[in-house]
């Protein structure tokens, strides 16, 4: 069984930083491709940032690249973003999520940036 559980979300100050992190089981997570995603209040999801299984490749939305860093620890089965200079429009519940045939994600952690 596919489990994620995504753990670090918080209160931070506008220009603060968080680092969150996804614990995961149930599949070789060393051979897939992972994701981060976020869902503001009122709003869809959003599509923040991806990995490549080995972790050399990565991609970002326009508006947090050169502000978060996504890697990965397989070794761990761990993956992680660092997100700095967080914007209030960086409040939203963030999700780790898996392409496996269906569509996986944790239960979500949330960052609320306000001062």
């Known amino acids: 069984e596919v489990q994620l559980v995504e753990s670090g979300g918080g209160l931070v100050q506008p220009g603060g930083s968080l680092r969150l992190s996804c614990a995961a089981s149930?599949?070789?997570?060393?051979?897939?491709?992972m994701n981060w995603v976020r869902q503001a209040p009122g709003k869809g999801p959003e599509w923040v940032s991806a990995?490549?299984?080995?972790?050399?490749?990565?991609y970002y939305t326009d508006s947090v690249r050169d502000r978060f860093t996504i890697s990965r620890d397989n070794a761990k089965n761990m993956l992680y973003l660092e997100m700095n200079s967080l914007k209030p429009e960086d409040a939203a519940v963030y999700y780790c999520e898996l392409h496996l045939g269906s569509t996986y994600r944790g239960q979500g952690t949330q960052v609320t940036v306000s001062s």
């Open positions: 149930g599949f070789t997570f060393g051979s897939y491709e």
């Open positions: 990995i490549d299984s080995g972790g050399g490749t990565t």
